[in-house]
T-cell receptor
Framework: DAKTTQPPSMDCAEGRAANLPCNHSTISGNEYVYWYRQIHSQGPQYIIHGLKNNETNEMASLIITEDRKSSTLILPHATLRDTAVYYCIVRAYNTDKLIFGTGTRLQVFP | SAVISQKPSRDICQRGTSLTIQCQVDSQVTMMFWYRQQPGQSLTLIAT?????????ESGFVIDKFPISRPNLTFSTLTVSNMSPEDSSIYLC???????????FGPGTRLTVL
């Protein structure tokens, strides 16, 4: 079973920041938080991952709380092309399995 | 990143037949996986394709139904055997260059069983 909880859907205005929350209260010390997204009819796309420090790349920022029980994916300037299902996944570094939950369906509107 | 192609991209098949899906990567990778995404659902891991040995299946998936081959480090096949309408799904392969790295997904194969 997935070890994360996400809201089923969210809306965001184009150009605004999209903040997608994820709860992973049972995360273990050796588990990373990964984020993927799936645009309609395509394979999932890797976005970012982190252990305990905040991370940023060209796509997004990942903010992990100090107790590591929750995190937030931030898309700083959402565009219509960011409309997708976003999956938050907890994964141990020494395992190959990605266990997908139900994700958050993000709708970016004009 | 990795460039992954799957063939066929979609197919419509008759009940009781089998379909083999191919996954090709543009460079050698350590890990290859097969997932299923049923209509309106999230992804479920079917198995890990092991190069030169039998695949490792997840609970609920068996080799007789989903035989997998991986003859080298860039190619794998998944066969959906004796299909029924319940097998209608998108089947995706994914790859990982090394344990713990990010996984990259193929575009998927959309299968409809009549």
């Amino acid at each position: 079973d997935a070890k994360t909880t996400q809201p089923p859907s969210m809306d965001c205005a184009e150009g605004r920041a999209a903040n997608l929350p994820c709860n992973h209260s049972t995360i273990s010390g050796n588990e990373y938080v990964y984020w993927y997204r799936q645009i309609h009819s395509q394979g999932p796309q890797y976005i970012i991952h982190g252990l305990k420090n905040n991370e940023t790349n060209e796509m997004a920022s990942l903010i992990i709380t100090e107790d590591r029980k929750s995190s937030t994916l931030i898309l700083p300037h959402a565009t219509l092309r960011d409309t997708a299902v976003y999956y938050c996944i907890v994964r141990a570094y020494n395992t190959d399995k990605l266990i997908f939950g139900t994700g958050t369906r993000l709708q970016v509107f004009p | 990143s990795a460039v992954i192609s799957q063939k066929p991209s979609r197919d419509i098949c008759q009940r009781g037949t089998s379909l083999t899906i191919q996954c090709q990567v543009d460079s050698q990778v350590t890990m290859m996986f097969w997932y299923r995404q049923q209509p309106g659902q999230s992804l479920t891991l079917i198995a890990t394709a092991n190069q030169g040995s039998e695949a490792t299946y997840e609970s609920g998936f068996v080799i007789d139904k989903f035989p997998i081959s991986r003859p080298n480090l860039t190619f794998s096949t998944l066969t959906v055997s004796n299909m029924s309408p319940e097998d209608s799904s998108i089947y995706l392969c994914s790859v990982e260059r090394a344990l713990g790295n990010e996984q990259f997904f193929g575009p998927g194969t959309r299968l409809t069983v009549l």
